[in-house]
Nanobody
Framework: QVQLVESGGGLVQPGGSLRLSCAAS????????MGWYRQAPGKERELVAT???????NYADSVLGRFTFWINNAKNMMFLQMNRLKPEDTAVYYC????????WGQGTQVTVSS
């Protein structure tokens, strides 16, 4: 089973940017689905951006045009560039990978506040 470790979270002011990284312990070149989810306090975990087998990337409407998801297969890493951050983007962000089993990272906190 692939292990996932996120990094790059932190505190940022509204309108700022952060880049999240997710390092996988093994190859992620074959997948059924992978990407990023987030969970805000008191809310359910929600999709942020995912890619499905075939290469189609799906973004949540709330982040479309502000967030960009991509993969570096050579480094077994996935990334989430977050621009024009808003307070409502505050959450714990998790990377996710599905091939033969579900794999989740431990999460990284993103706080958007002035």
């Amino acid at each position: 089973q692939v292990q996932l470790v996120e990094s790059g979270g932190g505190l940022v002011q509204p309108g700022g940017s952060l880049r999240l990284s997710c390092a996988a312990s093994g190859s992620i070149s074959r997948y059924l689905r992978m990407g990023w989810y987030r969970q805000a306090p008191g809310k359910e975990r929600e999709l942020v951006a995912t890619i499905r087998d075939g290469g189609y990337i799906n973004y949540a409407d709330s982040v479309l045009g502000r967030f960009t998801f991509w993969i570096n297969n050579a480094k077994n890493m996935m990334f989430l560039q977050m621009n024009r951050l808003k307070p409502e983007d505050t959450a714990v962000y998790y990377c996710y990978y599905l091939w033969t089993s579900d794999c989740w990272g431990q999460g990284t906190q993103v706080t958007v506040s002035s």
